[in-house]
């Protein structure tokens, strides 16, 4: 069975910075390009970041310099380092493994994890 678990996240305050995890179980996903997205209450779930097999990374504009996205595909983990937190980063944050198609697009994803709860207060 394919699982994805992630871990991580917390109540911060404005400004600190978190390391997110998402650890695959049940086969390798070190060919695949794997995403983060995130889902505040309310809101449809968007887009933060994706990293491809060879590393190449893509971001959100409102995430871009602020979160690093990176994989070890010995540990088939993707983790997502957020630095310089804001509460607008408040959100769950889900990772899943890319389908095909746009890369932005929640629906092009499968194997969602349960997500982890991301809080910045002000």
């Known amino acids: 069975q394919v699982q994805l678990v992630e871990s991580g996240g917390g109540l911060v305050q404005a400004g600190d910075s978190l390391r997110l995890s998402c650890a695959a179980s049940?086969?390798?996903?070190?060919?695949?390009?794997m995403g983060w997205f995130r889902q505040a209450p309310g809101k449809d779930r968007e887009f933060v970041a994706c990293?491809?097999?060879?590393?190449?990374?893509y971001y959100s504009e409102s995430v871009k310099g602020r979160f690093t996205i990176s994989r070890d595909k010995v540990k088939n983990t993707v983790y997502l380092q957020m630095n310089s937190l804001k509460p607008e980063d408040t959100a769950v944050y889900y990772c899943?493994?890319?389908?095909?198609?746009?890369?932005?697009?929640?629906?092009?994803?499968?194997?969602w994890g349960q997500g982890t709860q991301v809080t910045v207060s002000s």
């Open positions: 990293i491809t097999p060879s590393t190449s990374t």
């Open positions: 899943a493994g890319f389908t095909g198609g746009n890369l932005y697009t929640p629906s092009n994803y499968r194997y």
């Open positions: 049940g086969r390798t996903f070190s060919s695949a390009t």
